[in-house]
Nanobody, 124 residues
Framework: VQLQASGGGLVQAGGSLRLSCKFS????????GGWFRQAPGVEREFVAA????????NYADSVKGRFTISRDSDKNTVYLQMNSLNAEDTAVYYC??????????????????WGQGTQVTVSS
């Protein structure tokens, strides 16, 4: 499966962005999807994950209540709606996928497929 991330940009603190991750190559419903981010000098960290059906989600504590992950099977796309952004959200955001399973993993090494990063910069 190939992943193509888009939607990053520059936004003021308090603003919103929606990231998209387009899946191609294999059955979309076979994969759980996730978003991770990496700031300079920091390890890649988990942001959110969604099950293959969209029925289960998991969020990092730092984004709960502000970010929403979802998926659209008609468009083979996983989204990350980011609201109330702050400077600490500035990072390169990566989408990821793994064959569907019972657990929505938070560790990057649990995901087999990665898209290219998209930069999100929040100005204070």
């Amino acid at each position: 499966v190939q992943l193509q991330a888009s939607g990053g940009g520059l936004v003021q603190a308090g603003g919103s962005l929606r990231l998209s991750c387009k899946f191609s190559g294999r059955a979309f419903s076979s994969y759980d999807g996730g978003w991770f981010r990496q700031a300079p000098g920091v390890e890649r960290e988990f942001v959110a994950a969604v099950s293959w059906s969209g029925g289960r989600t998991n969020y990092a504590d730092s984004v709960k209540g502000r970010f929403t992950i979802s998926r659209d099977s008609d468009k083979n796309t996983v989204y990350l709606q980011m609201n109330s952004l702050n400077a600490e959200d500035t990072a390169v955001y990566y989408c990821a996928a793994r064959l569907r399973g019972g657990t929505l993993y938070t560790a990057p090494n649990r995901y087999n497929y990665w898209g290219q990063g998209t930069q999100v910069t929040v100005s204070s």
